[in-house]
């Protein structure tokens, strides 16, 4: 039975408000107990984890997610493609976590540092039970958003409770390294009639080439952000990573909502994309829209509001990063653009190569621009500030030729122009911030006016200009339950 795709971005939009809701209460907490020294560690082991998970799975999640969309219904090669996938996923945890133990025990001398690497393993055992692709595959998504909305409710509550002080630093670890496994857990137990575990009946060759294209796909994105954390890691100081990581979880708290609209609906784009062009194109200009309109004036109000959103996460101790979170404000226009034309667009019309060269090539720039930085060739060294500009000019490059591919590979006609307007309409955000901010008010309150204020200039000015995405989601949503 085909869900709605309305009910299932209803449902992704309550499980990323808690998701966006939750680390707003502990990033304070935990950053105020925590040093930036400390968090560095923490979020250094973070990024030594996120390089070997790369290769836990082999790419199966985007490749199995894929394939189901577009068998759904022949319950036989449903089952037979769930159980190769699930085969070869759990191998690729047992290598990737033997090598991942042999590294750290090798090569990092005994301290904090290495206590925290070795309790994320535990992350790495996790993937054994990740099976949410299968569920986001059958749209299952009111049991996503309840099942994760509890344990990330009990995860806070643990938190709350156990970590109080610096000496509670490896309690902290535990706890999101254990929420991961759960969470796991749970959605295998839900989905295990799907299940079966029959190694001889796997058909390698059939699955290898693909996953190995991901797998490739995924390397190459650790030359951009996963980069940066890990050469300020090893080339600067464990505070430049507390500063660009406190940034980039900001970002990532809010393009989860954005990235909502875009999850959802890669279900059926991949049904459309094999069965019916016209839909597909009508339904990709439309998630370009509606992604556009909410993406400028979130980017401009993290660029606007940086000082303060800043000290309201991290305190004083953090206040550095205010320049890194601007200009991760600016990358979040380019980097949710480049994820809609590489995972909308490109992956779903089977031109993986194309996009290895793009995010290749730019991976390639990105790595040159970092020796330089580490070697002081531009006459700046490498900090939180200079690794994400970097790293923009770079994704800057993914969307450029993405888009010149698209336009004359596919011929496909993407409403960009049009969306533009957006990005125009918020400028006089930057006069209404400016006014509030000569209020001298406390920081909290210029946040909560300034965002309010912005909000209903934004709003009144859609309903002027008649803005048919705007106008759309008020007749259904407002009219219809009015």
Same mark, same amino acid.
């Given at each position: ?6 009910? @299932? ?8 408000f ?10 304070p907490y ?8 400390e ?5 250094? =082991? ?5 390089f070997?998970?790369?290769?836990v799975?082999?790419?199966v ?20 493609l ?5 085969i ?27 206590n925290i ?7 790495l ?5 990740? %099976? $949410? ?31 109080k ?14 929420? *991961?496994?759960?969470n @796991? ?10 299940l079966?575990f029959k ?11 693909p ?7 995924m390397?190459?994105?650790?030359l951009?952000?996963q980069?940066d954390?890990?050469l ?9 990573? =507390?500063?660009?990581?406190? #940034?980039?979880?900001? %970002? ?11 999850t ?9 994309v /094999? ?8 339904l ?13 004036? %979130?980017a ?16 004083? $101790? ?19 653009? $480049? ?5 909308q ?15 290749g090539? #730019?991976?390639l ?6 020796? =330089?930085?580490?070697? @002081?060739v531009?006459?700046? =060294?490498?900090? #939180?500030n ?10 800057f490059?993914?969307?450029i030729s993405?888009?010149?591919? *698209?336009?004359?590979k596919f ?26 901010? /000569? ?21 009144i000015?859609l309903l ?12 259904r ?6």
């Open positions: 039975m085909k869900k709605s795709i309305t009910k @299932n971005f209803i449902y992704s939009l309550i499980l990323n808690f998701k966006i809701a939750l680390p707003i209460f502990i990033i935990i950053y105020r107990i925590f040093s930036p020294d968090m560095g560690k923490i979020e250094f =082991a973070q990024s030594i984890l996120n070997f998970m790369m290769f799975g082999f790419g999640y985007k490749y199995g997610l894929r394939e189901i969309s577009s068998i759904k219904g022949d319950l036989q090669k449903e089952k037979k769930i159980n190769d996938l699930i070869i996923s759990s191998f690729s945890v047992f290598i990737v976590a033997g090598i991942y133990v042999s590294y750290v025990f090798f090569f990092f001398d005994a301290g904090l540092l290495k690497l070795f309790i994320n393993v535990i992350w055992v996790s993937y054994l039970f990740y %099976v $949410e692709w299968i569920n986001e595959a059958y749209e299952n998504y009111d049991f996503i958003a309840k099942k994760t909305i509890f344990i990330k409710l009990l995860s806070v509550i643990l938190i709350f409770l156990l970590v002080a610096k000496v509670d630093i490896y309690v902290y670890v535990s706890i999101t390294a254990f929420t *991961v496994l759960f @796991n857990i749970i959605s295998f137990i839900y989905i295990r009639n799907k079966s190694i001889k009946s796997v058909v390698y060759k059939q699955h290898m080439y996953l190995l294209s991901l797998v490739f796909i390397n190459i994105s650790v951009f952000t980069l954390r890990l300020l890691g090893y080339y600067s100081t464990t505070e430049q990573v =507390a500063y660009y990581s406190i #940034a980039q979880k900001m %970002v990532m708290i809010v393009s989860m909502l954005i990235m909502t609209i875009i959802v609906s890669t279900p059926r784009l991949s049904l459309y /094999k069965q019916d062009k016209g839909s597909y194109l009508i990709l200009n439309s998630i370009i829209s509606h992604v556009m309109l909410i993406i400028f004036p %979130v401009l109000g993290l660029v606007l509001l940086s000082h303060e959103v800043v000290y309201i996460l991290g305190g004083k $101790e953090y206040y550095p990063a205010y320049s890194v979170l601007i200009i991760f404000g600016i990358r979040l226009v380019f980097s949710t653009f $480049e994820s809609i034309l590489s995972n667009v490109m992956y779903l019309n089977n031109k993986e190569k194309m996009m290895m060269i793009f995010i090539g #730019a991976g720039i990105n790595l040159i621009l970092k020796i =330089a930085l580490i070697n @002081n531009f006459g700046y =060294a490498l900090s #939180a200079s690794a994400i500009l970097t790293t923009l000019i770079s994704e490059f993914i969307v993405t888009l010149i591919y *698209v336009r004359f011929n496909f006609k993407l409403n960009l122009v049009g969306n533009i307007k957006y990005g125009l309409l918020v400028l006089p955000f930057i006069f209404i911030f400016d006014f509030i901010s /000569k209020l001298d008010l406390y920081y909290i309150y210029t946040v909560v006016i300034t965002i309010v204020s912005c909000s209903v200039y934004y709003f000015i002027l200009v008649r803005d048919v995405i705007f106008m759309n989601f008020i007749k949503f407002v009219f219809k339950n009015g």
